[in-house]
Structures are given as structure tokens and as C-alpha cells.
């Protein structure tokens, strides 16, 4: 059964950074394609990142540049840096890997809630 198990949310001041990782248990994992999403009370969830398996990445518009997504394939691991947060970055954190999308799998989430 594959797992992806995020881990790196919490509670942090406006301003902050915190780093979520993604741990998958795939056994192909570099051929996947690795995301972000979240998705806040209320709202549909949305794509924050995505990094091919060669490294090539997408971010949302809305990020202004504040946010780096990595990948390590020895480790089966997918990193999203986060800087500079915002309020409005106050939502669950999904880590989701798409093989084509024949192959899909999300995460159960982490909670990051930004706060003073």
C-alpha cells in the first residue's frame, strides 16, 4: 500500500518559514510527478508546487516567490520551502505523486496555521 506521509506544519508567526516534507512510499518514486496542494476552511483545495522527477518546477502565481519546491529521489522525499508566510497561508498542506496520471496518490495532510 503506498503511503506519502508529510510532516513540518505547525504553528508559526507571519513572517516565519517552515519546511514540510513528503516521505512516499514508492518504489518508483523518481518517475513520479510530485505536488503541493492545500487547501484552507471553505475553500477548494489548490496546487501550491509541483517538481517533475528531473526537477522541473511550477508554482502558483499567488506565491510571489516565497515558496521553493525540492526533491530528494535517493530518499523518496518531496520538501516544500516556505518563507516570508503569510495569514492567508493558514491551510492543510497535501503531498500528492502522479505517475501520468494513471498512478495517484495524496497524502493525509498537515496543518500549518500562521499567527501572532
Known amino acids: 500500500q503506498v503511503q506519502l506521509m508529510e510532516s513540518g506544519g505547525g504553528l508559526v508567526q507571519p513572517g516565519g518559514s517552515l519546511r514540510l516534507s513528503c516521505v512516499a512510499s514508492?518504489?518508483?518514486?523518481?518517475?513520479?510527478?510530485m505536488s503541493w496542494y492545500r487547501q484552507a476552511p471553505g475553500t477548494q483545495r489548490e496546487l501550491v508546487a509541483r517538481?517533475?522527477?528531473?526537477?522541473?518546477?511550477k508554482y502558483s502565481d499567488s506565491l510571489e516567490g516565497r515558496f521553493t519546491i525540492s526533491r530528494n529521489n535517493a530518499e523518496n522525499t518531496v520538501y516544500l520551502q516556505m518563507n516570508n508566510l503569510k495569514p492567508e497561508d493558514t491551510a492543510v498542506y497535501y503531498c500528492?505523486?502522479?505517475?501520468?496520471?494513471?498512478?495517484?496518490?495524496w497524502g493525509q495532510g498537515t496543518q500549518v496555521t500562521v499567527s501572532s
Open positions: 514508492l518504489s518508483s518514486f523518481s518517475v513520479y510527478e
Open positions: 500528492y505523486a502522479d505517475f501520468w496520471g494513471t498512478h495517484t496518490y
Open positions: 517538481i517533475s522527477g528531473g526537477g522541473n518546477t
